[in-house]
């Protein structure tokens, strides 16, 4: 399911247990401009965008990503509900497999 970068806003800050409060006050803004942002009624500036990634602690990337035409994209959701339901060292340790995986794959022109 593609979501739009509100949707995906109001998804990751759920994930993170943090009110529209919170993130506004994370943030510098008000709860109604965060409120406006996840209905999508408004748009957001850059700076407003970087600072929702830095206080959700998630890569402008994947607040951006079902916005972004790719036609080679995989569903990422399962690796980040994997990842969100790790401890810090789970998460190196899925982080180191996958980049060595990844490089065996490259090798083997995959």
Same mark, same amino acid.
């Given at each position: 399911?593609? &979501?739009? &970068?509100a949707e995906n806003i109001r998804t990751f800050r759920?994930? @993170?247990k943090m009110t529209q409060e919170q993130l +506004?006050? *994370?943030v510098s803004s008000s709860r109604e401009h965060i409120a406006r942002a996840e209905a999508g009624d @408004?748009?957001?500036s850059l700076e407003l965008l970087v600072g929702i990634a830095? +206080? &959700?602690d998630v890569p402008i990337t994947e607040l951006l990503a079902d916005s972004l035409d790719s036609t080679d994209r995989i569903d990422e959701s399962d690796l980040r509900y994997i990842l969100l339901d790790c401890s810090s060292q789970e998460e190196k340790i899925?982080?180191?497999t996958a980049k060595a995986l990844? *490089?065996?794959l490259s090798e083997h022109g995959v």
């Open positions: 399911m593609k &979501l739009t &970068l759920k994930e @993170r +506004a006050e *994370a @408004r748009g957001i830095n +206080a &959700l899925i982080t180191k990844k *490089a065996i």
